[in-house]
C-alpha cells in the first residue's frame, strides 16, 4: 500500500485526514524504522507493508465504533504503538493510554510521544493483568496479543463500557464462549470480517459491550488464565 493508496482508503472508512496529520505520520515511519534497529519493535518495515499491516490496519477500528465520540481509550500490548499511536494521530480528541509490558518499548513510545507533540497521551509500563485501574476506560482494546478467552478476561476489568478486540481468523476462538461471557458479564453486539487490500488476508473485529461490572476476581494470574481458561 503507498502512501497515496493509504490516503484514498481513508477516505473510504470516512476518516478525515490533514496535513498535520500525514507529517506525523512520516514522522513516525522514520522513528519506527530508526529504533527498530535498536530494539526489535516490528518485523515489518518495508513502507508499503507498514502502510498497509500497521497503519491502515490499525484504523480498521473506526469501522466498528465512532471513534470521534470516544473520550477515553486504553491500547494493550501495544507494541510499538499500534493501534494507539494511529489512532491517537488522526482522532486527537481521544485521551490516550498506551500499555506495554516491556520496559523497552514504553521507553520508544515515550519519545515519539514527544516528538510528534501528541497530548493526552500516556504510557504504563506493566501487564494488563496486573493493573489497578478499574472499569476506568471507557473503551480497551488490543491487536492480537494473546487467545480470546485470556484476552477478554485481561481487558474487560479495565473497561467500563466497550472492548474492542482485532484479530486475524478467530472463527475457533469464538467457539465455547458462553461461560467466557457470563463470567466477564459482556456481550458480543458487532462482528465484522473483512480482508485486508491487496495483501487480502482475512481481519476481524469483534465490539463487546459490559452489562455489568466485573466481579473482583478477575482478572486472575496469567497462569491461571492460561492453564484454565474461562
Same mark, same amino acid.
Given at each position: 500500500m503507498t502512501e497515496k493508496e493509504f490516503l484514498e482508503s481513508l477516505q473510504e472508512l470516512n476518516i478525515e485526514v490533514t496535513n498535520d496529520k500525514i507529517l506525523k505520520l512520516k514522522k513516525y515511519y522514520d522513528f519506527l524504522i530508526e529504533w527498530n534497529g535498536k530494539i526489535n519493535l516490528t518485523a515489518i518495515t518495508e513502507k508499503k507493508e507498514v502502510y498497509l499491516k500497521h497503519f491502515y490496519d490499525s484504523l480498521t477500528l473506526a469501522t466498528i465504533i465512532d471513534l470521534n465520540k470516544i473520550s477515553t481509550l486504553a491500547d494493550v500490548g501495544t507494541g510499538a504503538g499500534f493501534p494507539g499511536i494511529i489512532i491517537k494521530i488522526f482522532f486527537p480528541n481521544i485521551h490516550m493510554t498506551l500499555i506495554d509490558?516491556?520496559?523497552?518499548?514504553?521507553?520508544?513510545?515515550?519519545?515519539?510521544?514527544?516528538?510528534?507533540?501528541?497530548d493526552n497521551i500516556e504510557v504504563l509500563t506493566s501487564r494488563a493483568e496486573e493493573l489497578k485501574e478499574r472499569e476506568k476506560y471507557e473503551v480497551v482494546t488490543a491487536r492480537a496479543v494473546a487467545n480470546l478467552h485470556v484476552l477478554l478476561e485481561m481487558l474487560v476489568p479495565l473497561s467500563k463500557k466497550y472492548v474492542l478486540l482485532m484479530k486475524g481468523d478467530a472463527t475457533q476462538e469464538l467457539e465455547n464462549t458462553d461461560n467466557l461471557y457470563r463470567e466477564l458479564n459482556i456481550k458480543l453486539i458487532e462482528k465484522k470480517e473483512f *480482508? /485486508?487490500?491487496? !495483501? @487480502?488476508?482475512?481481519?476481524? *473485529? /469483534?465490539?463487546? !459491550? @459490559?452489562?455489568?461490572?466485573t466481579i473482583l476476581k478477575y482478572p486472575r494470574n496469567f497462569g491461571q488464565m492460561k492453564k484454565k481458561p474461562l
Open positions: 509490558s516491556l520496559n523497552k518499548r514504553t521507553e520508544f513510545l515515550k519519545i515519539v510521544i514527544k516528538e510528534l507533540n501528541l *480482508l /485486508l487490500p491487496f !495483501e @487480502k488476508s482475512k481481519r476481524t *473485529l /469483534l465490539k463487546y !459491550e @459490559k452489562m455489568a461490572k
